[in-house]
């Protein structure tokens, strides 16, 4: 990857595009799941969203996988999509962009205290 298609994002945008032509190529439950598990994938992400792209190129792996063995979304997924999509993210317990937001904002107004106080 090239310094200017890592500055304009312009990676990302094939990489998606890649995927939705992909996904487009399924029966249309397993379409359905794939909307449900990009909604659910994304506040997982950082500011750009790289770091979703082997996450999502995975789960999209798994459907066209389960729609080629003819087995249904719940068979491969299961009932908690939203669970899901937790555990690929890396847990119940991971951090999503508002927990990171919230955690430098807390660290910024702290700074700015200790300043005024000492």
Known sequence: MNFWATITGSDLTRD???FEARAQALPADHREAWEQ???N???YGD???RNLTPIVDAALGLLEEASADGQSVVEVLGDDIPGF???LA???GARTYRDRWREQLNRNVARKLARLGG
């Open 16 to 18: 998606w595009k890649a």
């Open 37 to 39: 598990i990009k909604s």
């Open 41 to 43: 994938l994304f506040p």
């Open 47 to 49: 500011f750009t969203g």
């Open 85 to 87: 999509c937790a555990a």
């Open 90 to 92: 890396g847990g119940a």
